[in-house]
């Protein structure tokens, strides 16, 4: 079993920059991808970015550019960088991890999930 737990949420103005980390337990961290999915109200949840236990990255298109994934395996956590944010940034951001260490963009492939933080975009 795993236990993610996401922190960095907050309120932030358009063109601003926050920072979530999600710490990991339970499980040797290094061994899984690690995911952040977001989930806007009225939508559905949706991959914003992913990290392999190399250091392999994939990113939406929709933040490319703009956010950072990083991790700490000596930490056992996660990162998202976020920068120039959007109000269309606006979402609960829920960290993931898969036991395959193969990237997938599909929330149903992975296994464990977060509570999940609010990140709020004012314009």
């Known amino acids: 079993q795993v236990q993610l737990v996401e922190s960095g949420g907050g309120l932030v103005q358009a063109g601003g920059s926050l920072r979530l980390s999600c710490a990991a337990s339970?499980?040797?961290?290094?061994?899984?991808?690690m995911g952040w999915f977001r989930q806007a109200p009225g939508k559905e949840r949706e991959f914003v970015a992913a990290?392999?236990?190399?250091?392999?990255?994939l990113y939406a298109a929709s933040v490319k550019g703009r956010f950072t994934i990083s991790r700490d395996n000596a930490k056992n956590t996660v990162y998202l960088q976020m920068n120039s944010l959007k109000p269309e940034d606006t979402a609960v951001y829920y960290c993931?991890?898969?036991?395959?260490?193969?990237?997938?963009?599909?929330?149903?492939?992975?296994?464990?999930w977060g509570q999940g933080t609010q990140v709020t975009v004012s314009s």
């Open positions: 990290i392999s236990w190399g250091g392999d990255t």
């Open positions: 993931a991890a898969r036991k395959v260490n193969i990237i997938a963009t599909m929330p149903e492939r992975y296994d464990y």
């Open positions: 339970g499980r040797p961290f290094s061994s899984a991808v």
